[in-house]
């Protein structure tokens, strides 16, 4: 668990508002596994916030798996999963049914005022086929999040929202 790859990950956020006219998106949805992209990001948006360059930190919606979700089960209230319990998942890279920084994910998460929502793999797989019609060539994981975004209260008319599409589909060649 190398720190300085969580510290590497803020760069997502510094891009994001620096794509956006350095203003901060409303809404940020991310797929949260171990929570490394969306911990970076929530570090960043902090960063941005404390220096006056934002004005706020933007609502983070962790997306997980639907046969794999431990953290949304604990942030929802719902029973936990099984030790050993946590089906696989086309989405494999958010498929962690222990997260390390679980509390540090959880927090981040309401700090924000934001969610968790799980998926399952039918949405996953509209995702990709959605995302290949536009050009798009992802991997299940990051496709996870565009997944989410229907399941986030309030999606539509919330001003910007920004998904994590990260992971390149060529991983899925066999």
Do not use: M
Not at 64 to 91: E, I
């Amino acid at each position: 668990w190398n720190p300085l790859f969580l510290q590497g990950t803020k760069t997502f956020a510094y891009e994001v508002c620096e794509q956006l006219g350095w203003r901060a998106p409303d809404t940020v949805v991310l797929p949260v596994g171990n929570g490394t992209l969306l911990l970076g990001a929530a570090l960043a948006f902090a960063e941005l916030q404390a220096a006056g360059v934002i004005h706020r930190v933007p609502r983070l919606v962790a997306v997980q798996a639907a046969s794999c979700d431990p953290l949304a089960r604990a942030f929802h209230g719902r029973p936990p999963l099984r030790r050993g319990a946590g089906g696989g998942s086309l989405a494999e890279g958010i498929a962690i049914a222990e997260p390390v920084r679980g509390a540090q994910i959880l927090s981040a998460v309401r700090d924000s005022g934001g969610t968790f929502v799980s998926v399952d793999d039918g949405a996953v797989r509209g995702a990709l086929r959605a995302a290949a019609a536009e050009g798009l060539l992802i991997e299940p994981t990051a496709a996870a999040a565009l997944a989410g975004l229907s399941l986030v209260p309030d999606a539509t008319g919330a001003g910007c929202v920004v998904a994590a599409v990260t992971g390149h589909g060529l991983k899925l060649a066999e």
